[in-house]
């Protein structure tokens, strides 16, 4: 059974590192081990105690890139969207220097789509792991990447520069059925261009490696400064500040699961509503008003008759297939912007048999497994 995913809850867990030989009370000296070590609660890292950076990659061949390994995960490599298939997710990245990416990305080059599988924590290395996909996709000209992600949480800053990065870089965030996106891993979710969610997805409230704080007053000041970052950073994304709020509210230790209809309703389901924008005053200008409004016609009649509570990613990606051509698409004039484009680039397989569109049910076809973005992914 291939993936449900127009419909599911936000869970959210962080992270925090306990000694057992030492009180509990006792500040964690050393905050990498602390990410390292314990991988259910979401921490923010003060300033001073923060490990460095990564360093920034050149996107040219002849500059060697800093030795990066990735500290508790692990990312695979595919040119498909078909996981269930016979190459499931594809080569393990076991070197992340320039060469090894540049060969392990190659091989997408064909189709111009890469999905990158991770599993494991939002940490620096995940945030340098991002940057230098995004660079080495760029450089092959493979435009539509996505990240299909399964992450327990980690660090709230590392979150942040992974998914500023991700914003600029043309991602689809995909959590699969029976993955995750917990904690920290919300703030990477919520940078897709756009936001496909089958699997578990939550928030709670984050904690700070090395307080100093003893009482609430000296806490909530402690979190104020980050708080006011994650929200500013929630708003670039298209996402409800109410999100950031929401977390205060739902101590550590626990979950808040949220319903499909207020995943959608924080902005965390779906297409990026900034990204969105931003996509409609570029094709304005390149395609024109027409092209625009067909397209916006054809949206609210793909989330109305394809995106239909219980259907697999095959009927959606069928139904929105035999959908397209009612509205002209895609378009000669501008075919990478016409919606549902990367199903057009990637799906080199022999083409379904089209089932008519049914805002009640859709019946499932033999295509590729495809993940769908309403817009292109940034080259």
């Keep these: 059974m291939l993936p449900k995913f127009w419909w599911s809850p936000l869970l959210c867990i962080g992270l925090l590192a306990c000694n057992p030989d030492k009180p509990a009370s006792k500040p964690v000296a050393d905050p990498a081990v602390a990410l390292a070590a314990d991988g259910d609660h979401m921490v923010s890292i003060n300033v001073i ?9 050149a996107p040219a061949k002849d500059k060697p890139w800093p030795e990066l390994m990735l500290e508790n995960g692990k990312a695979w490599v595919s040119c498909a969207t078909d996981y269930a298939g016979e190459n499931g997710d594809g080569e393990e990245l076991t070197a992340l220097d320039r060469e090894s990416l540049d060969a392990a990305l190659q091989p997408c080059q064909e189709r111009g789509l890469l999905r990158v ?66 904690s920290a891993c919300v703030f990477v979710l919520a ?15 984050m904690m700070r490696i090395s307080s100093t704080a003893t009482s609430r007053a000296e806490l909530n000041k402690e979190l104020h ?9 929630l708003q670039r994304n298209g996402v409800a500040v109410g999100v950031a709020d929401l977390m205060m509210t739902v101590p550590n230790r626990s979950l808040r699961v949220l319903t499909s209809d207020e995943l959608k309703q924080y902005g965390l389901d779906g297409t ?27 949206l609210i009649a793909f989330d109305r008759d394809c995106k239909v509570e219980g259907a697999d990613l095959e009927a959606v990606t069928t139904c929105g297939q035999a959908l397209k051509e009612q509205f002209g ?33 859709v019946a ?16």
């Excluded at 230098?132 to 590392?158: F, M, N, P």
């Excluded at 940078?191 to 409230?205: E, M």
């Excluded at 400064?225 to 950073?233: I, L, Q, R």
């Design 117 to 182: 599988r991770y599993v494991g924590k939002i940490n620096p290395s995940f945030a340098a792991l991002v940057s230098r996909l995004a660079v080495v996709a760029d450089a092959q000209k493979i435009g539509k990447r996505i990240l299909d992600l399964d992450s327990s949480g980690g660090q709230v800053e590392a979150a942040i520069v992974a998914g500023d990065n991700i914003g600029e870089s043309g991602w689809t965030i995909w959590v699969r059925e029976g993955s995750i996106c917990h």
């Design 364 to 379: 499932p076809a033999a295509a590729a497994t495809v993940p769908l973005n309403t817009h292109p992914a940034k080259n």
């Design 191 to 205: 940078a897709g261009d756009n936001r496909l969610i089958s699997g578990k997805v939550g928030i709670h409230r």
């Design 225 to 233: 400064e980050v708080y006011d970052n994650v929200k500013d950073y």
């Design 329 to 361: 698409f895609p378009d000669e004039t501008c075919p990478d912007e016409s919606p549902l484009s990367e199903i057009d680039t990637a799906m080199l397989v022999p083409e379904a048999t089209a089932v008519p569109v049914n805002s009640a049910a």
């Design 49 to 57: 105690d923060a490990p460095a950076p990564p360093a920034p990659v």
């Design 272 to 298: 990026n509503a900034v990204q969105d924008d931003l996509e409609r005053i570029k094709q304005m200008r390149k395609c024109g008003d027409d092209f625009v409004r067909r397209k916006d016609a054809f």
